[in-house]
């Protein structure tokens, strides 16, 4: 019998219709297009808009198309893991509100948070369910309302994010598609340069935590920066060589979306050209978990059976890791692998 593993048979995403420029920003906070632009690779991001609006709205709706393009009905998932940082609330599980809002009456969720890497670590948990053969139907989302906890006085920061949501099926095959290998890693000690100061268990929310504006993302850029331009491309080579991949192997990089420099050096160390490379940063910013697989849906009609890609991302605790994922359906073909 062929070993088991989990392919990606379909993907749905979603963009709130509200287009934040950099002008606009220039506006708001002591910036400007052209800094924002050289350094980041930014241009525009949404942003979701609305009372009662929360991060399930977005992913509701990635999770409808993807179903529509699989042709499958809702109750047919059997488990929805949701990669979020901005959950609706601090319980119940996002997934949960998904599960309830879809109609995914018989599928049991639970949300994983790993900041911009939560996407990844959620694909992979997700295929070991098909892989220990248990479930089927996996729907795994990263999504993100980013806006909530961004502080917009503060231009280190407001520039960066943007809200968004993404949406994968796995589901079992035989022939050698879908996720093969995965190096995921973690460093607690960078935490001190990626965080939200208040609003947890050890700093709950009080009136001095809101005065203080301490329910924000907090970053230290540099700092940041320096960690994840070489743990991303670290990662990124590591799979490459473990699974005998070479630039030629390869299709494409699907990396996430936090900074253009760190996406060229992550390319760079792996020795793929831009044209390899997925890019939408410019027109999303950082969406957060919802980065890689809002690339794989403007991406998708590009994609082929037996493409060989990359999947890679670096986020707050510190985290990051890739993925070496052989897609499984050329366009227009969902029912292949």
């Known amino acids: 019998m062929n070993k088991l593993t989990a392919a990606i048979t379909a993907v749905g995403g979603n963009l ?33 808009k609305g009372e ?20 499958i009905g809702a109750d047919e998932i059997d488990l929805l893991i949701c990669a979020t940082t901005t959950p609706d609330m601090v319980f119940p599980a996002t997934a949960n509100i998904i599960c309830d809002k879809v109609g995914a009456v018989n599928a049991w969720g639970f949300d994983l948070q790993a900041a911009c890497s939560g996407f990844i670590y959620a694909l992979t948990t997700g295929a070991k369910f098909i892989e220990a053969g248990m479930h089927k139907k996996v729907v795994v989302v990263g999504a993100d309302k980013m806006s909530a906890i961004v502080d917009y006085t503060d231009r280190a920061t407001c520039i960066i994010f943007g809200d968004g949501a993404g949406a994968v099926l ?66 990124s080579y590591e799979l490459m060589q473990r699974n005998g991949l070479t630039a030629d192997d390869v299709a494409w990089l699907v990396p996430h979306q936090a900074n253009k420099r760190i996406i ?22 950082n969406t957060t978990a919802a980065t890689i697989p809002l690339c794989l849906r403007d991406w998708e009609k590009q994609l082929k059976r037996g493409d060989n890609i990359v999947l890679a991302a670096f986020g707050g605790g510190f985290t990051w890791g890739a993925v070496y994922v052989k897609w499984a359906y050329s366009p227009g073909v969902k029912g292949e692998g």
């Open 264 to 285: 060229d050096a992550t390319a760079d160390r792996m020795g793929l050209p831009p044209e390899k490379v997925m890019l939408n940063i410019q027109r999303y910013g």
């Open 16 to 48: 709130p219709d509200y287009v934040l420029t950099n002008k606009e920003l220039e506006n708001m906070v002591d910036t400007n297009d052209e800094w924002i632009r050289t350094r980041t690779g930014i241009e525009e991001r949404r942003i979701l």
């Open 170 to 235: 796995l589901e079992p095959d035989t022939e050698g598609f879908g996720v093969v290998d995965s190096v995921l890693r973690s460093d607690g000690s960078g935490c001190e340069f990626l965080h939200m100061k208040a609003g947890g268990s050890a700093r709950p929310a009080s009136a001095e935590t809101v005065a203080n504006h301490e329910h924000f993302v907090y970053q230290e850029g540099k700092a940041v920066f320096r960690f994840a331009v070489t743990r991303m491309a670290d990662v």
């Open 52 to 71: 009662n609006q929360g991060t399930s709205v977005m992913a509701v709706k990635a999770v409808n198309e993807l179903l529509q393009k699989r042709g």
